[in-house]
Nanobody, 122 residues
Framework: QVQLEESGGGLVQAGGSLRLSCAAS????????MGWFRQAPGKEREFVAA????????YYADSVKGRFTISRDNAKNTMYLQMNSLKPEDTAVYYC???????????????WGQGTQVTVSS
């Protein structure tokens, strides 16, 4: 059974940092792309960052380049999203996703975490 467990969300002031974690079970990082999406109030779920299926490439949305960094611990099957220089517009529910065919398309991912709330105050 594939399971994704997220943690690390919370409230932070603008300019601050948070680190999100996603622990995966029942799959390997070779199963497909693995990454992060987010959904803000009144908006569609959007791509944030991801690894290619073989882990050799990373991809970032233009809105987070230079501020967010995706990483993973292969021994723990855990993926992380380090978020620095946070802005109020980063406020959203963040979702871990796995088994992706196309890294930036949410409909191409087979597995999802429950989501974790990130709120950035002005």
């Amino acid at each position: 059974q594939v399971q994704l467990e997220e943690s690390g969300g919370g409230l932070v002031q603008a300019g601050g940092s948070l680190r999100l974690s996603c622990a995966a079970s029942g799959l390997t990082f070779r199963s497909g792309a693995m990454g992060w999406f987010r959904q803000a109030p009144g908006k569609e779920r959007e791509f944030v960052a991801a690894f290619s299926w073989n882990g050799v490439s990373t991809y970032y949305a233009d809105s987070v380049k230079g501020r967010f960094t995706i990483s993973r611990d292969n021994a723990k099957n855990t993926m992380y999203l380090q978020m620095n220089s946070l802005k109020p517009e980063d406020t959203a529910v963040y979702y871990c996703a796995a088994g992706g065919r196309i890294v930036y398309r949410r409909d191409e991912y087979n597995y999802w975490g429950q989501g974790t709330q990130v709120t950035v105050s002005s």
